[in-house]
């Protein structure tokens, strides 16, 4: 029978094809060593499976070699430059690493090996145990080195600190713990940061509360670029010292306008909020490097300047007006092309003050716009210009066509006719209105009215003495025994009476259509039908109206040009709101008059109609034809008193002394009109809402204001 058959190593293949006699094979197999070191004596021998070994089955020797089998042993060098690095700063080092031991450094797998640090401080004390690493990029045999770059990342004090190479198995252990120790590199940490301060724009005198806009001069005299962003940009700021107390040590910060290298200059504009209790300070202006430390830590010098804060307000304004709509200045920028934008024809402008709209025919059936002549219009603080204003109980009126006096309350029976040239007088006596033929002086009527005069030839106008020559006709009627007067006038006529009145002589052409197309508009919105005797006011608080004085051959133009013509929205006439200057940025709405609401303490604007939303304005600012905007800067100042004195008024509330003022409610924050303005004083502190207070009870030309030049 057969020898009993050791097994064969399960590792050992077979060929793929066994040899014919005298023929041969080659085999490869894997041979695992023992797991304990020593000698031992490697047998290879074929097997006949189910058979035997072929030792035992005839003369055949197995191959035998005597073996020495060691134990594992792991050993890494490493070698690195010292090296050198600025506060923070993100730096790379070269390392080359060699296995001294005789089993490879495993790259991958689930515990894979890589090249990590420690980092040590000059007293010994760890600074960075978990270093980040560096893959090793592939197995690394016995005897082989590889070269890895290692990034670090810089600590945030200047001194000497030690990098200490170390090798580590992830999951399992660093190889210092297994006894192979780290390679120290020296490592040299500077600040690298030096700065001068320079020109600064800061006032010697400010109001309290105030917050002052600033520019800074800084020279980059160190060997490092500071950073304008990044994960640690620099930037200006500041602490605010009153004696040796500190006011405030996290100042605003300003944002540097780029990378600036070493030997370069930049300016950098900052906000610097003042306090709000009199006094003197002093700024004390300080570059940092966010998340790393203040440039004053590592011995760069500050610049000190005093600012000495006092009670009272001095504004800073811009602009004309309400701002809502239409620009007049800045229609007029972008018909003449003003700051190099491209010259637009009236209906582009419209577009760019009224969004979304388009302009439709008006509705001829509606008959003609009713104007009040008389008290209360064109009183202050409305008045426009030379407008008269007429508040009597007598009016002189006379036509170089004559006109028809009728009983507007008696279904318009003729009364009598005015010739040519001849004065005829209307009177509010003794609650009734009379009609005197001053040719005769003789009473033509005496009733309760009213009495309508419609010229001849409506090319030939009725001039009303005490108040202008007006085009269509007139209704004058007895209020409390003085004259009220409407004008009944088409759309068309109203416009060429509005258009030279709210714009200034020598204007473009597209600019006044711009205009004719906003008053028809407006006027066109404001119909009041029953409700009322008129539809608008010939002041400010409607649209400045002055009949045919003030008429112009290129005003008459711009009525023709856009005559019938309204802007509309979604098929419906707007309110087409404009006025004098926007100061750079328009204002919706729903941040205007009663639309402002108060809300948590403060006050919020409502919801603005579409076409009227805020939109920045660059034409307003940048006119230059045939004038600059004569407002498109202006300042303000008052005391404290004042500011209480116009609260009381207001509010009925005394603040006391002012401590602070706050105009920082604005939409859009950065760039718009106030909406509120916060005050604070030693007995109470309010806010108000700007477009009353500010307009109102301190006559400001506009909500467009800041508390430092703009």
């Known amino acids: 029978p057969a020898p009993q058959a050791t097994p064969a190593p399960s590792a050992a293949p077979a060929p793929s094809a066994a040899p014919s006699a005298g023929g041969s094979a080659s085999v490869q197999a894997r041979i695992v060593a023992p797991d304990r070191p020593g000698t031992y004596t490697l047998t290879i021998d074929l097997v006949r499976e189910g058979a035997g070994w072929f030792a035992s089955l005839g003369p055949t020797q197995p191959f035998k070699q005597s073996l020495t089998v060691q134990a594992v042993r792991q050993g890494v060098s490493y ?121 600064t724009t800061t006032p010697s005198l400010a109001t309290i509360g105030a917050t002052l806009q600033l520019g800074v001069e800084l020279s980059n005299y160190g060997p490092r670029t500071w950073p304008a962003g990044g994960a640690n940009p620099v930037r200006l700021s500041y602490h605010l010292h009153q004696g040796g107390t500190t006011i405030v040590w996290e100042g605003n910060r300003g944002n540097l306008p780029r990378d600036v290298p070493a030997g370069t200059t930049v300016t950098v504009p900052i906000d610097v909020l003042l306090p709000s209790v009199v006094g003197n300070y002093t700024i004390t202006w300080d570059l940092v490097q966010e998340g ?157 009215g009213p ?48 258009v030279p009145y709210e714009m200034p ?77 926007s100061g750079g940025h328009t204002m919706g709405d729903g941040c205007w008059g009663n639309n402002v609401r108060q809300v948590g303490g403060t006050y919020q604007c409502g919801p603005s109609q579409p076409y009227l939303q805020p939109a920045p304005d660059p034409t307003d600012l940048a006119v230059t034809q045939p004038n600059p905007n004569r407002n498109a800067s202006w300042t303000v100042s008052f005391t404290s008193a004042q500011i209480r004195d116009a609260i009381i008024r207001y509010r009925n509330v005394d603040i006391g002394s002012l401590q602070s003022v706050d105009v920082s409610n604005r939409v859009p924050v950065t760039v718009g009109h106030a909406i509120s303005i916060r005050f604070r004083g030693s007995n109470a502190a309010v806010d108000l809402p700007a477009g009353t207070f500010l307009r109102t009870y301190l006559g400001l030309r506009s909500t467009m204001v800041r508390l430092n030049p703009f």
């Open 79 to 199: 070698t690195a430059a010292p090296a050198s690095a600025f506060i923070g700063e993100q730096k790379t080092l070269s390392v080359t690493v060699t296995n001294t031991g005789n089993v490879p450094l495993v790259a991958g797998g689930a515990t894979p090996t890589n090249l990590a640090y420690h980092l040590v401080d000059d007293k010994g004390e760890t600074v960075t145990w978990e270093g980040a690493r560096a893959p090793l990029g592939g197995d690394v045999a016995p005897g082989q080195s590889r070269t890895l770059t290692l990034g670090y990342t810089a600590p945030l004090r200047p001194g000497s600190y030690t990098l200490v190479l170390d090798l580590v198995k992830e999951g399992v252990s660093w190889y210092s713990g297994l006894g192979i120790p780290g390679a120290p590199v020296a490592l040299t940490v500077t600040s690298g940061l030096s700065a001068g301060y320079g020109a």
């Open 292 to 448: 790393l430390a203040w440039f004053s830590s590592y011995g760069v010098t500050s610049k000190v300047e005093p600012v000495n804060v006092q009670p009272g307000v001095t504004f800073y304004g811009k602009g004309f007006g309400h701002g809502l709509g239409m620009s007049q200045y800045g229609a007029q920028g972008w018909a003449t092309g003003a700051g190099g934008v491209p010259p637009l024809e009236a209906e582009a402008i419209i577009l760019k003050y009224y969004q979304g709209t388009q302009l439709l025919n008006i509705d001829l059936g509606r008959g003609a716009l009713r104007v009040l002549l008389s008290q209360p219009t064109s009183a202050s603080p409305y008045r426009c210009g030379s407008i008269p204003y007429f508040d009597d109980s007598i009016a002189n009126v006379i036509s170089n066509a004559g006109f028809r006096v009728l009983n507007d309350g008696a279904a318009n029976a003729l009364i009598g006719t005015a010739a040519a040239n001849v004065t005829w007088q209307i009177a509010a006596r003794s609650g009734n209105v009379q009609v005197w033929n001053q040719a005769t002086v003789t009473k033509v009527y005496d009733g309760p």
């Open 451 to 498: 009495v309508v005069l419609v010229p001849t030839d409506a090319a030939q106008p009725i001039r009303f003495a005490e108040k202008g020559l007006y085009r269509g006709n007139y209704k004058f009627s007895n209020l409390g025994n003085t004259l009220r007067v409407v004008n009944y006038v088409s759309y068309d006529d109203y416009v060429r009476g509005v």
């Open 505 to 581: 002589r020598e204007w473009h052409i597209e600019a006044y259509k711009a205009q004719a197309y906003a008053a028809r508009t407006f006027a066109y919105s404001k119909y009041a039908g029953g409700t009322r005797d008129f539809d608008v006011k010939d002041d400010q608080s409607d649209q400045c109206y002055g009949g045919v004085t003030g008429e112009t051959a290129i005003t008459d133009q711009a009525a023709a040009a856009t005559a019938g013509k309204v802007i509309a929205y979604d098929g419906a006439p707007i309110r087409a709101y404009f006025a004098s200057s």
